[in-house]
């Protein structure tokens, strides 16, 4: 028998960053910045990286960091991304 070495499957959490990053598109679209402007202004300075993260393309998603910086350049309370 194998055991349960977490609460929350693998699926789970892909959903779950999958959701912070859309939050994350959406404020970002509403106040019309690009993510260029953004990865430059939270220190990210490959867009690459920055899209491939909003985009959870090849297993890259945003760090806790990453989120709070976000939350700082679009004046809004990080709770809104969850």
Same mark, same amino acid.
């Given at each position: 028998? +194998?055991?349960? @070495?977490?609460?929350?499957?693998?699926?789970?959490?892909?959903? $779950? /960053?999958? #959701?912070?990053?859309?939050?994350?598109?959406?404020?970002?679209?509403?106040?019309?910045?690009? +993510?260029?402007? @953004?990865?430059?202004?939270?220190?990210?300075?490959?867009?690459? $990286? /920055?899209? #491939?993260?909003?985009?959870?393309?090849?297993?890259?998603?945003?760090?806790?960091?990453?989120?709070?910086?976000?939350?700082?350049?679009?004046?809004?309370?990080?709770?809104?991304? $969850?």
């Amino acid at each position: 028998m +194998q055991e349960k @070495l977490s609460n929350a499957t693998q699926e789970e959490i892909l959903e $779950f /960053y999958k #959701n912070v990053s859309r939050k994350i598109r959406s404020l970002r679209e509403e106040r019309g910045v690009s +993510q260029l402007d @953004l990865a430059l202004d939270i220190g990210i300075k490959s867009i690459a $990286f /920055y899209s #491939n993260c909003e985009n959870n393309r090849y297993g890259k998603h945003f760090n806790l960091e990453h989120c709070y910086k976000i939350a700082k350049s679009l004046n809004v309370n990080i709770r809104e991304f $969850f």
